[in-house]
């Protein structure tokens, strides 16, 4: 019987193992998807050489390609080059893949000499407080009627508590889209405000990492509020929050209600990841401190709080600029 050394074996092959093993770490199913589908565009350009044979100059030459060369094909039509934030994750897939493959497969790891492609964040803006109040007055009124028989009128909606019981949830505990459509009744606690975000894919966690975040006052009324109307409200195995005919909300369903709130509140770019993006801010801006906050986000490092903590200190600078007392009061 012949045998080969755990390296020679086809790339395509490697795939099936890496994915095997991110899914049973427990990475959500859409993190996998992404490996498996850029590895196999990777096999597709290259050929499907043994793993023991890339090296770091196949590596440097296809993110060269897929930066200069590879034209998108978008779904809207659109053909703009890839974004430098795009280009990294490629690179930590291959980052990925190879840690795997040398503990595994024995063979050396191409990435370590390859410097990670840079990117400069997109500037992080987050909701004023104006703008929360007219989205939530928009979860609770339709926009105004006027027929041409009667008064003016404005109804309530009938999703009003939902609508604005996940506004409240997402600016006031961070959670990500991913996280808020997998919590579950049992999940949240109506005297302490606290949800458990589960470990794992059943939680929805990036990384598979389960956390305990909070709700103040304010989120865990209109919760609670919410959930005492509901038929099902006691049932510690149902979602949290429902669409239609108790379904749990999905990525997408939660992404179109957000964007229908903020058109009709006026606010513009509106989407999930913005609460968290503005959370954090405010957690900081009103002292909270930068290792709890990466705890309450789920972050596996000090990156992004950092990031968020320089937004912040420029917060202040900016705030101490226009109130100054010495300046205001000519000293």
């Known amino acids: 019987m012949n045998h080969r050394a755990p390296g020679q074996i086809p790339f395509s092959r490697a795939i099936t193992g890496f994915v ?3 899914t049973a770490e427990g990475l959500s199913l859409r993190t996998v998807s992404g490996y498996q589908d850029l590895l196999e565009d990777w096999v597709k350009y290259t050929g499907d050489m043994p793993v023991s044979r890339v090296r770091p100059s196949d590596i440097s030459n296809y993110l060269n390609y897929m930066r ?9 039509g659109d053909t703009r080059p890839l974004a430098p934030k795009t280009l990294r994750n490629f690179y930590i897939t291959f980052a ?41 007055k928009a979860c609770l009124y339709a926009r105004e009627a006027a027929p041409s028989n009667r008064r003016r009128f404005v ?28 919590l579950k009744i049992e999940d949240f606690d109506p005297k302490r405000g606290a949800l458990v975000i589960k470990h794992g894919i059943e939680g929805g966690a990036k990384g598979g ?3 305990t975040v909070y709700l103040g006052k304010t989120a865990r009324s209109a919760v609670w509020r919410y959930l005492a109307g509901r038929e099902d409200g006691e049932e510690q195995g149902a979602p949290l929050f429902v669409v239609l005919r108790g379904r749990p909300f999905t990525r997408s369903s939660l992404e179109h209600l957000i964007k229908r709130i ?9 989407y999930p990841h913005k609460f968290r993006h503005t959370f954090a801010i405010m957690y900081l801006r009103s002292g909270g401190d ?9 972050h596996g490092s000090l990156d992004m709080v950092r990031y ?21 009061w000519r000293l």
């Open 96 to 136: 990925s893949f190879f840690t795997w493959a040398s503990k595994e497969l024995g063979v050396e790891n191409p990435v370590k000499e390859i410097p990670a492609p840079r990117f400069q964040r997109n500037p992080v803006n987050p909701f004023t407080q104006e703008e929360l109040q007219r989205m939530l």
């Open 262 to 270: 903020g058109d009709r509140a006026g606010v513009k770019n509106v």
């Open 155 to 182: 109804m309530r909606r009938h999703t009003a508590n939902r609508d604005e019981a996940i506004i409240l949830t997402l600016v006031d505990s961070g959670v990500r889209a991913s996280e808020l459509c997998s």
């Open 308 to 328: 968020y903590a320089q937004i912040a200190q420029v917060d202040v600078e900016q705030a101490h600029n226009r109130a100054s007392p010495a300046d205001h």
């Open 209 to 211: 990492k389960g956390r």
């Open 20 to 22: 095997n093993y991110k």
């Open 290 to 298: 930068v290792f709890t906050l990466q705890i309450l986000l789920g």
């Open 68 to 76: 200069t060369e590879y034209v998108p094909r978008r779904l809207s």
